[in-house]
């Protein structure tokens, strides 16, 4: 390795350092705070409690999203927790010169649906919000990381951030995805690979030529879900796709600006010699539709094979599958296609974007959600609604049965009261499978879109490689 | 914040692997209840049936451990949601330390920033730990930070890794905050470069 060898993630991150803090910790440059409404406005208020104020405005945006109702008609004050928080967020972002997107403004959104949507996430860029799937962002090749409320006061006092640099590692995804096997197929395989801390510690490098050939809403899903293995963020190299995507989004840069910031951004690939820390590489041909059968997103396993038997797990692992599969519900040799499904949902940061819409929908297309089992549709942003709407998505949706939603977190984390009900199963295209987080004692499957669709439409766990395409 | 220099009492144990932030404290608690009054809400969904009845052999729930200023835990402890309503949920329960073979990073940092202490040592010490406690109950543990060790009942310390900024900030008192207000010329001038540096990132 040549000493100038570097990876992506070096690149980025030592672009940021402003000062040394001593004992290997450095104070790094926010390019990007994103603030949404469960911390947003407490995070503000306590800051004026401190005597201090917003450091550098122009650089923070903030977009209600978390308690957000997602009912057709809602308004801000549509959940009693909303009410509460809404017109504080609001009030206090506005004070404080920070742009607010509000609740039906028409680039309202997941907060990590918008930041690509809008062009604020760049390469190259150095991203907080107060939410651990901010490395979502690290799609487009930005250093994108979650942080807790005091960490957010300090972003939003200084612009700046006090951090001790992780490792390297570097998961290759080789070769073509098989029939079926969706970019959230990918991550939650590697999740079962390197288990719900095989990233501890690590910044992640996705690459390889299934990397390459994935458009960036897919990039986005995969990024999305790199906290659920405990690494501190995922990132993708940017090219072509990438600048593709962001010419003449709102915030990219325009014109001769635009081709002066992609120079910058071209040279920030991993040079060929860098080294990683670790290496983990994937065959596609091992990777079949996924579906999780347990309360961690490690619990996973394929479509097609059968319920795991604790007795099969490591003698550490033994007595927390047995847990996971009694909260669960499911018996060890149960095939998964036996299994009824109570609702769906589709949406989230991890799989709410126009792509995972059409997927579902040539699903959902002529078929009918049967009695007995609920669905929900929840776009990532106003964007992907308005998108859905003009190519008739919303209308494939309605005719199957499923409730078409307005924009937000909704059902993946709950905090807005949507929950699912105590003991029903959800067939869910969000990231966490955690016991009671989708509501007290429910039951989450994590999977991709396509077969969430299917389980909606069959009313059980279904291999979407059997139903085929549109009906 | 409250300085941590050394901490003296029962460690309650709950050696599952990979217990998340979501199960410390749900969401919609953090929004209902200031960072003082999650006491009743810290591991609800573990500490209570659906009655609301204490499930009377959740460690949690075990007089001896009621009010354990110790946490022994599983290895990705606080893994999952950045919320850092779990550390404050933790300190509700009067817990100011959690030894784990490993911590979720953003749950790890959070606790720097509540006066609370995240030690990481070997899966076998803490699994030894628990046996102990298991067995002594409310036999004290003493964790002194400045010492960097933890002295089990038995009496043989076990030495552990903390990085000297967050020692001095724990025993100080001090979140990332008051540590970097001294910082403020050398950010203005970092900003004041990178608007010619990189124009595209400037906003304003």
Same mark, same amino acid.
């Given at each position: 390795?040549?000493?100038?060898?570097?990876?992506?993630?070096?690149?980025?991150?030592?672009?940021?350092v402003?000062?040394?803090?001593?004992?290997?910790?450095?104070?790094l440059? &926010?390019?990007r705070?994103?603030?949404?409404?469960?911390?947003?406005?407490?995070?503000?208020?306590?800051?004026?409690?401190?005597?201090?104020?917003?450091?550098?405005?122009?650089?923070?945006?903030?977009?209600?999203d978390?308690?957000?109702?997602?009912?057709?008609?809602?308004?801000?004050?549509?959940?009693?927790?909303?009410?509460?928080?809404?017109?504080?967020?609001?009030?206090?972002?506005?004070?404080?010169?920070?742009?607010?997107?509000?609740?039906?403004?028409?680039? =309202?959104?997941?907060?990590?649906?918008?930041?690509?949507?809008l062009?604020?996430?760049?390469? *190259?860029?150095?991203?907080?919000?107060?939410?651990?799937?901010?490395?979502?962002?690290?799609?487009?090749?930005?250093?994108?990381?979650?942080?807790?409320?005091?960490?957010l006061?300090?972003?939003?006092?200084?612009?700046?951030?006090?951090? +001790? +640099?992780?490792?390297?590692?570097?998961?290759?995804?080789?070769?073509?995805?098989?029939?079926?096997?969706?970019?959230?197929?990918?991550?939650?395989?590697?999740m079962?690979?390197?288990g719900?801390?095989?990233?501890?510690?690590?910044?992640?490098?996705?690459a390889?030529?299934?990397?390459?050939?994935l458009? /960036?809403?897919?990039?986005?899903?995969?990024?999305n879900?790199?906290?659920?293995?405990?690494?501190?963020?995922?990132?993708?190299?940017p090219?072509?796709?990438?600048?593709h995507?962001?010419?003449?989004?709102?915030?990219?840069?325009?014109?001769?600006?635009?081709?002066?910031?992609?120079?910058?951004?071209?040279?920030?690939?991993t040079?060929?010699?860098?080294?990683?820390?670790?290496?983990?590489?994937?065959?596609?041909?091992?990777?079949?539709?996924?579906?999780?059968?347990?309360?961690?997103?490690?619990?996973?396993?394929?479509?097609?094979?059968?319920?795991?038997?604790?007795? =099969?797990?490591?003698?550490?692992?033994?007595?927390?599958?047995?847990?996971a599969?009694?909260?669960?519900?499911?018996?060890?040799?149960?095939?998964?296609?036996?299994?009824?499904?109570?609702?769906?949902f589709?949406?989230?940061?991890?799989?709410?974007?126009?792509?995972?819409?059409?997927? %579902?929908a040539?699903?959902?297309?002529?078929?009918? !959600?049967?009695?007995?089992?609920?669905?929900?549709?929840?776009?990532?942003?106003?964007? &992907? +609604?308005?998108?859905?709407?003009?190519?008739?998505?919303?209308?494939?949706?309605?005719m199957? *049965?499923?409730?078409?939603?307005?924009?937000?977190?909704?059902?993946c984390?709950?905090?807005?009261?949507? !929950?699912?009900?105590?003991?029903?199963?959800?067939?869910?295209?969000?990231?966490r499978?955690?016991?009671?987080?989708?509501?007290?004692?429910?039951?989450?499957?994590?999977?991709s879109?396509?077969?969430?669709?299917?389980?909606?439409?069959?009313?059980?766990i279904?291999?979407?490689? +059997?139903?085929?395409?549109?009906? | 914040?409250?300085?941590?220099?050394?901490?003296?009492?029962?460690?309650?144990?709950?050696?599952?692997?990979?217990?998340?932030?979501? !199960?410390?404290?749900?969401i919609?608690?953090?929004?209902?209840?200031?960072?003082?009054?999650?006491?009743?809400?810290?591991?609800?969904?573990?500490?209570?049936?659906?009655?609301?009845?204490?499930?009377?052999d959740?460690?949690?729930?075990?007089?001896?451990?009621?009010?354990?200023?110790?946490?022994?835990?599983?290895?990705?402890?606080?893994?999952?949601?950045?919320?850092?309503? %779990?550390?404050?949920?933790?300190?509700?329960?009067?817990i100011?330390?959690?030894i %784990?073979?490993?911590?979720? *990073?953003?749950?790890?940092?959070?606790?720097? =920033?509540? *006066?609370?202490l995240?030690?990481?040592?070997?899966?076998?010490?803490?699994?030894?730990?628990?046996?102990?406690?298991? %067995? =002594?109950?409310?036999?004290?543990?003493r964790?002194?930070?400045?010492?960097q060790?933890?002295?089990?009942?038995?009496?043989?310390?076990?030495?552990?890794?903390?990085?000297?900024l967050?020692?001095?900030?724990?025993?100080?008192?001090?979140?990332?905050?008051?540590?970097?207000?001294q910082?403020?010329?050398? /950010?203005?001038?970092?900003?004041?470069?990178?608007r010619?540096?990189?124009?595209?990132?400037?906003l304003?």
């Amino acid at each position: 390795m040549s000493d100038q060898a570097r990876t992506l993630f070096d690149k980025v991150w030592d672009d940021h350092v402003v000062a040394e803090m001593g004992h290997g910790y450095q104070l790094l440059h &926010v390019d990007r705070n994103l603030l949404h409404d469960l911390s947003g406005g407490k995070a503000l208020a306590d800051l004026e409690r401190r005597g201090l104020s917003v450091h550098t405005p122009a650089l923070n945006i903030a977009v209600p999203d978390h308690a957000v109702s997602s009912a057709p008609g809602r308004h801000a004050a549509s959940t009693e927790i909303s009410a509460r928080l809404a017109p504080i967020f609001k009030q206090r972002a506005e004070a404080a010169g920070i742009r607010y997107i509000d609740v039906n403004d028409p680039e =309202q959104g997941i907060v990590h649906v918008i930041g690509p949507e809008l062009g604020l996430t760049l390469p *190259g860029t150095l991203i907080c919000c107060g939410d651990s799937h901010t490395s979502t962002h690290g799609a487009l090749g930005a250093v994108a990381f979650g942080i807790g409320s005091t960490e957010l006061l300090h972003v939003l006092a200084t612009q700046t951030i006090v951090q +001790k +640099k992780p490792q390297r590692m570097r998961v290759t995804f080789e070769g073509r995805a098989g029939a079926g096997v969706a970019p959230k197929d990918m991550i939650l395989y590697l999740m079962g690979a390197i288990g719900a801390a095989g990233g501890d510690g690590y910044a992640l490098e996705y690459a390889g030529s299934a990397i390459r050939t994935l458009d /960036i809403e897919g990039r986005l899903t995969i990024c999305n879900m790199s906290i659920e293995c405990g690494a501190k963020m995922g990132m993708i190299a940017p090219d072509d796709v990438t600048y593709h995507y962001l010419a003449g989004r709102e915030h990219a840069p325009k014109g001769e600006l635009f081709e002066t910031a992609r120079r910058h951004w071209e040279t920030l690939p991993t040079d060929p010699d860098a080294e990683f820390d670790r290496e983990v590489t994937l065959d596609m041909v091992d990777i079949a539709p996924q579906i999780t059968w347990g309360t961690s997103p490690e619990h996973v396993t394929s479509i097609s094979d059968q319920v795991p038997d604790p007795a =099969q797990a490591t003698p550490e692992k033994r007595e927390d599958w047995a847990r996971a599969l009694d909260y669960i519900g499911l018996t060890p040799g149960q095939a998964f296609e036996d299994v009824a499904v109570d609702h769906v949902f589709i949406g989230s940061c991890t799989n709410s974007r126009i792509s995972d819409l059409r997927a %579902a929908a040539a699903i959902a297309h002529g078929r009918k !959600v049967p009695e007995g089992t609920s669905a929900w549709v929840v776009p990532g942003s106003q964007a &992907v +609604k308005r998108q859905a709407e003009a190519e008739g998505l919303d209308a494939i949706f309605r005719m199957a *049965g499923f409730e078409w939603r307005e924009p937000g977190c909704s059902q993946c984390v709950a905090a807005n009261g949507e !929950v699912v009900a105590p003991g029903a199963r959800c067939v869910s295209t969000t990231n966490r499978n955690f016991v009671g987080r989708q509501g007290p004692r429910a039951r989450t499957h994590l999977v991709s879109p396509a077969m969430a669709a299917a389980a909606a439409v069959t009313g059980r766990i279904t291999d979407v490689r +059997k139903l085929g395409g549109a009906q | 914040m409250k300085p941590l220099i050394q901490i003296s009492g029962p460690a309650v144990p709950l050696m599952e692997a990979n217990i998340n932030t979501d !199960v410390i404290i749900r969401i919609e608690r953090l929004s209902d209840f200031g960072r003082d009054e999650l006491e009743p809400y810290a591991f609800e969904a573990w500490r209570f049936d659906e009655t609301g009845a204490e499930i009377a052999d959740f460690p949690l729930n075990q007089p001896h451990w009621k009010s354990a200023p110790i946490l022994l835990a599983g290895p990705n402890f606080g893994c999952g949601s950045s919320r850092e309503g %779990a550390v404050w949920a933790l300190n509700c329960l009067g817990i100011r330390v959690v030894i %784990a073979p490993s911590f979720g *990073g953003i749950f790890r940092n959070n606790c720097y =920033q509540n *006066g609370t202490l995240p030690i990481a040592l070997s899966a076998e010490i803490v699994e030894d730990f628990a046996k102990i406690t298991k %067995a =002594q109950r409310e036999a004290p543990f003493r964790v002194d930070l400045e010492a960097q060790v933890v002295i089990p009942p038995n009496g043989t310390p076990v030495p552990f890794e903390i990085d000297g900024l967050r020692k001095s900030g724990l025993s100080k008192g001090l979140d990332d905050l008051g540590l970097t207000a001294q910082q403020l010329p050398g /950010i203005a001038a970092w900003q004041e470069t990178d608007r010619a540096l990189r124009p595209w990132i400037w906003l304003d």
